[in-house]
T-cell receptor, first 112, second 113 residues
């Protein structure tokens, strides 16, 4: 079954803890993206990667880190340096030349 | 230059009516203009998209109108249904580049019976 798998769907974190959100794809797409969505707001780009072992900061990269060791995987770590991490996080992929973004189901992170 | 503006922020339409959402962009290098539909708790999904070489594209009840000279494009939903209630995002990007896709802030549409 082709698609994008994000896990966990829901995550609770205590202040000061790092957490890692998983994003796996079997669409064979080159590019992968992480977006943050706050209630009633649009999509803000955190990081994106066009190719394995390379990634670029988006508009709100502070307090986040990523890696791209495999084409299929693009995990996002929300570090303790992120001051307001409670949000809905969306992973997306794109194949070269198509323009279309494919999104996962999202991960909702709540900081207690 | 990189911004995409979208209006209205929210929209309430009666069942059977026409929903219209408008977007404007600044960067003339953009050559792909998609609309995404997002239901609560789900990721967005592509609804319909247009290239700047055409002025209109229709898929079922959904139509994109594109005005290249004004740098504006809009989504029209004909015969709006309660199942269309969702958040709609317009976006703009450059097809030859994997660079950022620029999203509008979104429009929350409610279709009431």
């Amino acid at each position: 079954d082709g698609g994008i798998t994000q896990s966990p769907k829901y995550l609770f974190r205590k202040e000061g803890q790092n957490v890692t959100l998983s994003c796996e794809q079997n669409l064979n797409h080159d590019a992968m993206y992480w977006y943050r969505q706050d209630p009633g707001q649009g999509l803000r780009l955190i990081y994106y990667s066009q190719i394995v072992n390379d990634f670029q900061k988006g508009d709100i990269a502070e307090g986040y880190s990523v890696s791209r060791e495999k084409k299929e995987s693009f995990p996002l770590t929300v570090t303790s340096a992120q001051k307001n991490p409670t949000a809905f996080y969306l992973c997306a992929t794109q194949s070269r030349g198509s323009g279309e973004l494919f999104f996962g189901e999202g991960s909702r992170l709540t900081v207690l | 230059q990189q911004q995409v503006k979208q209006s209205p922020q929210s929209l309430i339409v009666q069942k059977g009516g026409i929903s219209i959402i408008n977007c404007a962009y600044e960067n003339t290098a953009f050559d792909y203009f998609p609309w995404y539909q997002q239901f609560p708790g789900k990721g967005p999904a592509l609804l319909i998209a247009i290239r700047p070489d055409v002025s209109e594209k229709k898929e079922g009840r959904f139509t994109i109108s594109f005005n290249k000279s004004a740098k504006q494009f809009s989504l029209h939903i004909m015969d709006s249904q309660p199942g269309d209630s969702a958040t709609y995002f317009c976006a703009a990007s450059i097809l030859t580049s994997y660079d950022k896709v620029i999203f509008g802030p979104g429009t929350s549409l409610s279709v009431i019976p």
